[in-house]
């Protein structure tokens, strides 16, 4: 049976509402920045996880001043720190020398050399031979720096930005700085370009992100690792445009912040690292003229960042790959983004908060409409971790969606569907076990709560087979009991009776004193409900036979019930007020098998079925004819059938023959032939009997038409 409309339109509402309730609880929270503690957590799980540092670009190069260079510079050159600054101006020669396309120094020399002017001088030199260094500037939003404008000479090397007004009035404007700190006027007029060293962590103090541009003093400032970029490729242009920095075809996202967000390809060191020591000494012997440790065409085409790695020197910052991150590796992460078109693309807010909706809606429409509690833990555990593998394939495919906040729309909108699942099916629970708890099995009940939709309040028109059973002499035996004998008798006797036509499925109607009525088919379909509905009678017979001694030696009397079955269209469904109803059935077939039931005394047998119940065995179990009948108040002949199980037909194979061949000979209107053989099988059986004496009768009085029908005159 379909499920019927309105119990959807009505679960897709509630879903409608608890998908718009958590939304506005996750907004709540999203939208102020209530959990960028959190996403920021799991920010760093995705990045750990995805990691791929093979991917890393071969383009780029670090030199890196570690603690093993500060003590190979010590023991073998007895160079105290800090270091002369033409030691870096050999490094950097070496590195040109060797072809590098850029040479990035994330080092800021503030003040001049504590060994003299002839140090600066030297320093300067060796940047101006290069013509390849990017020189390293911090800015600051505030008064931090020593200036607020530009040294003579120097801001007209930085690369123009077309479209920085556009820029200035976007996502630039949270990029804009008051003031500055250089390096001393040999150095920065001895660079080729200048990059910008500052980048801001998150609010959880670690740095995932960095500004590709920055405003200073009417001009747009570089990150390091574009200026890095723009000195290798002089040819491409910047420019800004669909909320992006463009860099010639290449493209920089921006988040809301007007930051680019970086994907770390993998931990300190992912890029091909050299500690300044190695660099160092291969430098001086190539000065010396001996073959050095270190070939410096290993840096042939590519960008080399110099800086800091040592712990006393201050440089390592958290990043998502862990605590001491050394900062140049943060620039050198923003080049490689631009050289492999990496960097990750920030999910607007409000494409975020649609993406929540659509996966509250989701989970809540699963919950509402999964009726089987193992279904509904089954979509708990499907839908809760969705949202993170959703956050993990979008950070795959370059997208850094917010995994924690649609985490907690998720779970808002379960835990709100379970709970109008609670209120609601609960009471549909709790109503559909007081409403069929006295007649129908638990098993029967717990799969109509599992399936409300098979349960038709208010009728329905399907075939069913009915059961009509009745103690034989039930007035005489009550007569003969007190109250209190009589009520313990019937009680056991019903629920012996009840229990068997449950296990096989049957729904009982209701008791009628010591009759049982009860149908098959309703309200679960049973497609072999007339098998089951003569098992039932077979067995409930058995068990009464089993019975019998017991009731007897408690009442006097031996206990014998007649069943009379019937298959065919009736209406089935709660009929009665709201709150007073019985689950009945309506109908002609319902009527033929009170009938039967009673027939059953005309030929003293006591199970009987019709022919329409037989047409449903398909030979599960074995029948004698035992007439056609006219019940009262029906015209309609029906041939009737007693059934039995296989064994105790072969028993009495001999007589059910014989009675057949008589039976044969009765409808034929041959009642002298039928009564012959009627008198030898009437002492054996009861049926028998009775169409002896019914013979007698018609030879005496010889109808003047017969068709072969036993018309009977009592219900």
Not at 35 to 49: K, M, P, S, T
């Amino acid at each position: 049976m379909a499920a019927s409309p309105r119990p959807l339109l009505r679960k897709s509402l509630a879903s409608l509402f608890i998908a718009l309730f958590s939304l506005t609880l996750v907004a709540g929270l999203y939208l102020p920045g209530f959990l960028d503690g959190l996403e920021g957590w799991a920010y760093n799980l995705r990045a750990q996880a995805l990691a791929k540092p093979q991917t890393a670009s071969e383009e780029i190069a670090l030199i890196l001043l570690d603690q093993s260079s500060l003590d190979w510079a010590s023991q073998e050159m007895s160079l105290p720190w800090p270091w002369p600054r033409e030691i870096y101006g050999l490094i950097f020669d070496f590195c040109s020398s060797g072809g590098a396309k850029a040479v990035a120094v994330d080092v800021v020399y503030t003040e001049p050399s504590v060994y003299g002017v002839d140090d600066d001088q030297r320093l300067a030199s060796s940047v101006q031979n290069s013509g390849r260094v990017v020189s390293a500037l911090t800015l600051f939003s505030g008064q931090s720096g020593s200036s607020s404008g530009w040294p003579q000479g120097y801001a007209e090397r930085l690369p123009e930005l077309s479209g920085r007004e556009a820029w200035l009035q976007g996502k630039g404007r949270s990029s804009l700085k008051e003031s500055a700190s250089f390096n001393i006027p040999e150095f920065d007029r001895a660079a080729a370009l200048h990059g910008s060293v500052v980048f801001d962590p998150d609010s959880d103090g670690i740095f995932r992100r960095l500004y590709p541009l920055s405003e200073y003093a009417g001009y747009a400032v570089p990150s390091l690792g574009l200026a890095a970029f723009v000195k290798g490729n002089p040819d491409q242009a910047l420019g800004y445009g669909g909320g992006d920095i463009l860099v010639g075809k290449r493209r920089i996202p921006l988040d809301s912040s007007g930051q680019a967000l970086l994907r770390f390809r993998g931990p300190t060191g992912t890029h091909r690292a050299y500690n300044a020591g190695e660099v160092l000494q291969s430098a001086i012997s190539v000065l010396e003229g001996k073959a050095p440790k270190l070939d410096p065409f290993v840096f042939k085409g590519k960008y080399v960042f110099f800086g800091f790695s040592a712990t006393g020197l201050y440089d390592l910052r958290p990043s998502p790959m862990g605590k001491n991150y050394p900062g140049v590796e943060i620039h050198a992460t923003f080049l490689d983004n631009l050289l492999t078109e990496g960097f990750l693309r920030e999910t607007p807010k409000a494409l975020a908060l649609l993406a929540f909706f659509i996966l509250a809606l989701g989970s809540a429409l699963a919950l509402t409409q999964a009726r089987k509690t193992w279904l509904q833990a089954l979509f708990f555990v499907l839908f809760i971790p969705l949202p993170i593998a959703l956050s993990f394939v979008l950070y795959g495919l370059g997208n850094a969606f917010p995994m924690i906040p649609a985490m907690i729309a998720v779970f808002i909108s379960l835990i709100a569907a379970a709970l109008y699942n609670y209120s609601t099916e609960g009471r549909q629970k709790a109503f559909i076990k007081s409403a069929f708890k006295q007649y129908l099995s638990p098993i029967v009940i717990e799969q109509l709560i599992a399936n409300p939709a098979k349960l038709n309040l208010g009728g329905e028109r399907r075939v069913i087979s009915i059961y009509f059973s009745d103690v034989q002499g039930f007035t005489s035996l009550s007569e003969a009991l007190s109250p209190e004998e009589l009520t313990s008798v019937l009680n056991d006797y019903l629920s012996a009776m009840t229990d068997i036509i449950q296990e096989e499925g049957g729904t009982v109607d209701k008791y009628e004193g010591d009759a049982i009525i009860a149908f098959w088919n309703a309200p679960l379909d049973y497609p072999d409900h007339a098998i089951r509905a003569v098992r039932a009678s077979l067995r409930c017979q058995e068990k009464l036979a089993e019975m019998r001694p017991a009731f007897k030696e408690r009442t006097g009397k031996e206990l014998y019930m007649r069943i009379g079955l019937n298959t065919g269209p009736a209406v089935v469904g709660n009929m009665g007020s709201k709150t007073r109803f019985d689950y009945t059935m309506l109908g002609d077939a319902v009527n033929l098998a009170a009938r039967l039931e009673g027939v059953n005394k005309q030929f003293g047998t006591y199970t009987m079925i019709s022919q329409n119940t037989l047409n449903e065995l398909e030979g599960a179990f074995a029948v004698r004819e035992l007439s056609r009948i006219a019940v009262v108040g029906k015209k309609i002949p029906v041939t009737v059938y007693e059934p039995m199980r296989e064994r105790d037909f072969a028993a009495r194979q001999t007589l059910f023959s014989a009675f057949a061949t008589a039976l044969e000979h009765y409808y034929q209107g041959h009642f002298e032939e039928a009564r012959a053989i009627f008198a030898q099988l009437a002492d054996s059986d009861p049926p028998s009997a009775k169409y002896l004496a019914q013979c007698e009768r018609l030879i005496a009085d010889p109808p003047q038409a017969w068709e072969g029908v036993w018309t009977m005159t009592e219900k």
